[in-house]
């Protein structure tokens, strides 16, 4: 028997009386990393249970036990349906993999992610870093490139700390005041040509509700690989999350005909409000549309900057024009196909191929939780109305 066989038979999906030495496990992880993000039972319940694409084989949590029955591994694996071409494909975002200090150098990482990576035709994972690159490559996993980031700045003079700028400096002052000039011009164009000229509209949701199937039937053909974005995928994404208040959704409506929808997330950055595009989708004639209205929310927000972090071909095409900036971005992306699936011979291994957002895999929830934590004292002390309300906000404008 091989070695990584031998591993493997000490690996086993979680079961509900191994919680509290799974949690003992991930104390002793935090100590060491203080980085790191356990994750509770809720969360649990939210990738697994509540799941429309989850498996028939279980959940998705792979523990190692060591010879007593105690906890010093564990593989998470979120289940998704991946349309690849037209056709769909069982799917699994890789996260929160982590071995024991004193177990490490022993494969069972290696173990624990080569069982994750049979229990679907495909795994994939965002935010790969750079120490753990290399060996993802030894694996044979395929690099997929970063995702893009770009900032559009709404106020640039009330944005100065976001780039560690003091305002009571006078040059950065009257640079500030000269670029809100430029940007007032701007707003003013961008919201006569896509209201008035290309007829959009933006309406507020509360839900996603059976229409965002339209959106998914016409988007879909464009965009040869790209997680299910239906109605019951979306329902469980945002409407079922743990934290699922802290997200805007709208739908996008091109005269009388609905051809997109998106998801934004206010937040607080070095004491700057910011508003994140979470998800969207359309058919590519019709970006530049939907991001004119998610800068007009933006404005209403009373945001200084949107950010929006995506891989989508073409995207400076669609973001420059109305403003948006490329900042550099660490956020990698790698898949890796099961040898035994047919998706191992056809799946497309060119980036500009594959429509990523910040929805995709489990970034944005946890990213959520810690801007939640803080953002109603911090929105406090810059006098900015909170983003914690269901109630979706009434729009003036597009």
Not at 122 to 148: C, F, P, Q, V
């Amino acid at each position: 028997m091989k070695y990584l066989d031998r591993i493997k038979r000490n690996v086993v999906r979680l079961e509900d009386e191994d919680w509290p030495s799974l949690e003992t496990f991930q104390a002793e992880i935090k100590k060491e990393d203080p980085d790191f993000r356990p994750f509770d039972q809720r969360y649990f319940y939210w990738t697994q249970d509540k799941n429309p694409h989850r498996g028939k084989n279980g959940p998705q949590l792979w523990v190692y036990r060591g010879g007593d029955g105690s906890i010093h591994g564990q593989q998470v694996g979120i289940p998704f349906s991946l349309s690849v071409e037209g056709k769909s494909y069982r799917a699994s975002w890789a996260v929160n993999l982590m071995v024991s200090p004193s177990f490490r150098m022993r494969g069972i990482g290696n173990a624990l992610s080569s069982i994750h990576q049979e229990d679907s035709d495909i795994t994939l994972g965002i935010g790969i870093s750079e120490e753990a690159y290399n060996a993802y490559l030894r694996a044979g996993w395929i690099d997929l490139g970063k995702m893009e980031v770009f900032i559009r700045p709404i106020d640039a003079h009330a944005m100065l700390p976001l780039f560690g700028l003091s305002s009571e400096n006078f040059f950065y002052r009257c640079a500030a005041g000269l670029c809100n000039g430029f940007l007032r011009i701007l707003d003013f164009n961008t919201k006569l040509i896509y209201r008035f000229l290309r007829g959009i509209r933006i309406e507020p949701i509360e839900r996603f509700d059976p229409r965002v199937e339209q959106i998914w039937e016409k988007a879909k053909v464009h965009y040869p690989v790209l997680a299910t974005r239906n109605f019951r995928s979306l329902k469980w994404r945002f409407d079922e999350a743990v934290e699922s208040t802290c997200y805007q959704r709208f739908y996008v409506w091109k005269r009388e005909k609905i051809c997109g929808y998106f998801v934004l997330r206010e937040g607080v950055r070095n004491g700057v409000r910011v508003t994140s595009v979470v998800d969207f989708l359309c058919p590519p004639p019709f970006v530049s549309s939907l991001m004119a209205g998610v800068l007009n929310v933006a404005h209403q927000g009373g945001a200084a900057a949107l950010y929006c972090r995506l891989n989508l071909f073409g995207a400076t095409k669609h973001l420059y024009p109305l403003g948006f900036c490329k900042r550099p971005s660490f956020t990698r992306i790698m898949a890796a196909p099961n040898e035994s699936s047919e998706l191992a011979t056809i799946l497309p291994k060119d980036p500009s191929a594959w429509f990523v957002t910040m929805a995709d895999s489990d970034g944005d929830y946890f990213e959520e939780q810690e801007l939640q934590t803080r953002t109603s004292m911090e929105l406090a002390k810059i006098e900015a109305p909170s983003s914690a309300s269901a109630k979706p906000k009434k729009l003036s404008a597009l």
